[in-house]
């Protein structure tokens, strides 16, 4: 069974730090684009960052570039996003979502989306809650 589980979400004071992990099982992450979204209360679902398990490369909205960052551990076949400097807007529910990197790029190619901002990723982790709060 093809499952992603996210874990590492707290309650951290404005400035702190956390480390998500979104670890995959039934599938290896190679050669998938994998991307972390979140949801705060009242608003939509944005994409926050992505990675090409593979080739490495990664992709940032700007609220959170120099903040964030997201890495693969294929050791683990796991990835993950490391936040720093968290401010109280980085409130949410935090998912991880995973798709082999050529369909989603046939995909956005089509439709000028980039891995940050498409929503239609095959895989779904189940969110973990990360609150910035003092």
């Known amino acids: 069974q093809l499952q992603l589980v996210e874990s590492g979400g707290d309650l951290v004071q404005p400035g702190g730090s956390l480390r998500l992990s979104c670890a995959a099982s039934g599938f290896t992450l190679d050669y998938y684009a994998v991307g972390w979204f979140r949801q705060a209360p009242g608003k939509e679902r944005e994409g926050v960052a992505c990675v090409e398990t593979s080739g490495g490369s990664t992709k940032f909205i700007d609220s959170v570039k120099g903040r964030f960052t997201i890495s693969t551990d294929k050791s683990t076949n796991t990835v993950h996003l490391q936040m720093n400097s968290l401010k109280p807007e980085d409130t949410g529910v935090y998912y991880c979502?995973?798709?082999?990197?050529?369909?989603?790029?046939?995909?956005?190619?089509?439709?000028?989306?980039?891995?940050?901002?498409?929503?239609?990723?095959?895989?779904w982790g189940q969110g973990t809650q990360v609150t910035v709060s003092s």
């Open positions: 979502a995973a798709e082999p990197l050529s369909r989603l790029v046939r995909r956005i190619t089509t439709t000028q989306a980039t891995c940050v901002n498409d929503y239609d990723y095959d895989y």
